[in-house]
């Protein structure tokens, strides 16, 4: 729009502003509250000027194809099945794998998801139990066999299993859900963009395309 039209060229000084520039002002921290902001004020500055009365809303809206790949689609039906899978993996994991373990006490709610948090502390104390024992094997060494250093091999199995498997699965599908934000799928690369039908459909099968749903609210 900045290249091709006269007038937004003027509005903007003959300055070519790229959509990284834009896109990075828009999710700049604080912007989404002060445009919220600006948002009510622009709203109450044309309630006193008269130029609207608030008193009816016309909404209308259409659908743009997104520009980008159209199978970079994650959905949300999928993640939650891979989601309490790797929760049942995990729930599982922790009572015969973990536990045995650690000397420390741990509480797990089996009624509540393990979150990437949890799974940070549980990695926290492998390293300790795996430290103190180290510290253990090199300060009373034994002959033979050591009972000690089949553990010790335990620990760090299970603590690369927690730490490069579980959390970073785990971490993947929280943000996952919080990128849905109430929508059924998103695409990798945009995340502002949605798999849904298009009103031009040329091949008549209506195949889902990555998009925005624009919404545009008048007064008159």
């Not at 250093?149 to 579980?166: P, Q």
């Not at 995340?191 to 008549?204: I, N, P, S, V, W």
């Amino acid at each position: 729009m900045i290249t091709e039209n006269l007038a937004m060229q003027y509005l903007i000084g003959q300055l070519v502003i790229s959509y990284r520039t834009i896109n990075r002002f828009r999710v700049a921290a604080g912007m989404e509250n002060l445009l919220r902001e600006l948002f009510i004020e622009l709203n109450l500055q044309l309630k006193m000027e008269k130029l609207v009365t608030l008193d009816g809303l016309y909404i209308d809206g259409t659908k743009i194809e997104a520009n980008v790949n159209k199978y970079s689609f994650v959905w949300k039906k999928a993640t939650e099945r891979f989601s309490a899978k790797l929760q049942e993996q995990m729930q599982v994991y922790f009572q015969e794998e973990i536990t045995p373990l650690i000397h420390q006490a741990i509480e797990l709610d089996t009624q509540e998801p393990i979150s990437s948090e949890q799974l940070t502390e549980f990695a926290q104390l492998l390293e300790e139990e795996l430290a103190g024992l180290s510290q253990d094997i090199e300060e009373t060494p034994v002959k033979g066999k050591d009972d000690r250093k089949t553990k010790r091999r335990k620990l760090k199995k299970v603590l690369r299993k927690v730490k490069d498997d579980f959390s970073v699965r785990a971490e993947k599908c929280e943000i996952y859900q919080e990128t849905f934000q109430g929508r059924k799928s998103f695409s990798k690369t945009d995340h502002d963009a949605t798999f849904m039908r298009m009103k031009e459909d040329l091949m008549r099968n209506g195949q889902l395309k990555p998009g925005y749903n624009l919404q545009i609210a008048t007064e008159n």
